[in-house]
């Protein structure tokens, strides 16, 4: 029974879209205590204090769905057709070309479970894509889907990293999969192309000098130090990705909702610098870059000039 559900629910996520799909024991993770605790004691998160809130909360699921039994651990795709061009340009993340990926994980995460107890029965649980403290790269390094790579990001062997990670957390009783092996060896690509220093050592980012915290999470001014570096990020970063030789193995993601308005696709630096508010409210209706707001982009526009 547990290796027929495990099963139905892998097929299920394929069908609705989502890349992969891994399923590990719900269960305290030991053995991230004490990292995390280390990582946070040495102020790395920055201004990041809710990482701090629910810290037992964050590595045991159960605490989360009391009952819990499994953690359904699922990925999807951004890695863009067409890159946003470059040439006299101000840079954004990939994952935030399009629709924010919490509304389309979302309906695709409540469409998995509502099929699930369609076809296997009455089932407890909750979804998560960012909702609630729950380690997700955790979660999907147990599940099978992938290592933690130097940049502290899941990579897997034949998507690379460019993906959304996902979760169900119930009260099935399923199969598990396994832990893959770590497969960056001896590479510091990462490491090294970082402009600003942030990947401390191997899997340990200080948030204080992440481009992409110091453009998307933080609400401060941005150091001018840190800011000459930013190579014309202005909301996230994709640096560490970008050089990672695992990624030569990204596919285009087939998402209509993540690819970029037309509007967004003919922007130049002088359209940034210009940008009103109400073109900002236009252009990033619905769009993950809404994050930082508009007195927060203009920042990141303004220190990255």
């Given at each position: 029974?547990?290796?027929?559900?495990s099963?139905?629910i892998k097929?299920l996520?394929?069908?609705?879209?989502?890349?992969s799909c891994?399923?590990?024991?719900a269960?305290?993770?030991k053995?991230?205590?004490k990292n995390?605790?280390?990582?946070?004691?040495?102020?790395?998160?920055?201004s990041m204090?809710?990482?701090e809130?629910?810290?037992?909360?964050?590595?045991?699921?159960k605490k989360?769905?009391p009952?819990?039994?499994s953690?359904?651990?699922?990925?999807l795709n951004?890695?863009?057709?067409?890159?946003?061009?470059?040439n006299?340009?101000?840079?954004?993340?990939k994952?935030?070309?399009?629709?924010?990926?919490?509304?389309?994980?979302k309906e695709k995460?409540?469409?998995?479970?509502?099929?699930?107890?369609e076809?296997?029965?009455?089932?407890?649980?909750?979804v998560?894509?960012?909702?609630?403290?729950?380690?997700?790269?955790?979660?999907?390094k147990?599940?099978?889907?992938g290592?933690?790579?130097?940049?502290?990001l899941l990579?897997?062997?034949?998507m690379?990293?460019?993906f959304f990670l996902a979760e169900?957390?119930?009260d099935?009783?399923?199969?598990?999969d396994?832990?893959?092996s770590?497969?960056?060896?001896?590479?510091?690509?990462?490491?090294?192309?970082?402009?600003?220093?942030?990947?401390?050592?191997?899997?340990?980012?200080d948030?204080?000098k992440?481009?992409?915290?110091?453009?998307?999470?933080n609400?401060?001014?941005?150091p001018?130090?840190l800011s000459?570096?930013?190579?014309d990020?202005?909301?996230?970063?994709?640096i560490?990705?970008?050089?990672c030789p695992?990624n030569?193995f990204s596919k285009?993601?087939n998402?209509?909702?993540?690819?970029?308005k037309?509007?967004?696709?003919k922007?130049s630096?002088k359209?940034w610098?210009e940008?009103?508010k109400?073109t900002?409210?236009i252009i990033?209706?619905g769009?993950a870059?809404?994050?930082?707001k508009?007195?927060?982009?203009?920042?990141?526009?303004f220190?990255?000039?």
């Amino acid at each position: 029974m547990k290796k027929r559900n495990s099963k139905i629910i892998k097929k299920l996520a394929k069908k609705i879209g989502f890349s992969s799909c891994g399923i590990s024991k719900a269960r305290f993770l030991k053995e991230e205590e004490k990292n995390f605790e280390d990582w946070l004691s040495q102020g790395k998160q920055g201004s990041m204090s809710y990482l701090e809130r629910n810290f037992d909360k964050r590595l045991n699921p159960k605490k989360l769905v009391p009952g819990a039994k499994s953690v359904i651990s699922l990925t999807l795709n951004y890695f863009p057709p067409k890159k946003i061009s470059n040439n006299n340009n101000f840079i954004i993340s990939k994952y935030a070309y399009g629709k924010d990926y919490h509304y389309i994980i979302k309906e695709k995460l409540n469409a998995l479970f509502s099929k699930i107890k369609e076809k296997i029965g009455n089932v407890e649980g909750r979804v998560f894509v960012d909702s609630a403290p729950i380690h997700e790269r955790a979660w999907a390094k147990i599940s099978g889907l992938g290592w933690i790579g130097k940049n502290s990001l899941l990579i897997n062997k034949n998507m690379g990293s460019y993906f959304f990670l996902a979760e169900i957390v119930c009260d099935l009783d399923l199969e598990y999969d396994s832990i893959v092996s770590d497969h960056c060896g001896t590479c510091s690509k990462c490491i090294d192309a970082c402009p600003t220093n942030a990947i401390t050592e191997a899997q340990v980012i200080d948030a204080n000098k992440c481009i992409s915290y110091l453009t998307i999470e933080n609400k401060d001014d941005i150091p001018k130090e840190l800011s000459q570096s930013f190579n014309d990020y202005i909301f996230g970063c994709d640096i560490c990705q970008d050089v990672c030789p695992w990624n030569r193995f990204s596919k285009p993601h087939n998402e209509k909702e993540l690819l970029p308005k037309e509007e967004l696709n003919k922007m130049s630096k002088k359209d940034w610098k210009e940008l009103t508010k109400e073109t900002f409210d236009i252009i990033f209706k619905g769009s993950a870059i809404k994050r930082s707001k508009f007195d927060g982009l203009k920042r990141n526009i303004f220190s990255a000039s």
